[in-house]
């Protein structure tokens, strides 16, 4: 994994409820809050839908 697709490189952590910036090798860069992206299973939210689309199948 080279720099540029570390998801926390670019992380400035403020808080539980504060937004910040994460990177998904798939997806891109996506926005989140600490308290949604350790509750989330899957990370960002295209992901989720992708592994909820690939179960429904």
């Known amino acids: 994994m080279n720099s540029a697709t570390k998801p926390y490189q670019y992380v400035d952590y403020k808080g539980m ?5 994460i990177y ?3 997806h891109g860069k996506f926005t989140t809050t600490s ?3 350790i509750r989330s299973k899957f990370g960002g939210l295209l992901c989720a839908r992708n592994h909820t689309k690939q179960y429904l199948r």
């Open 17 to 21: 409820k504060y937004p910040f910036s």
């Open 24 to 26: 998904c090798p798939i």
């Open 35 to 37: 308290n949604n992206h």
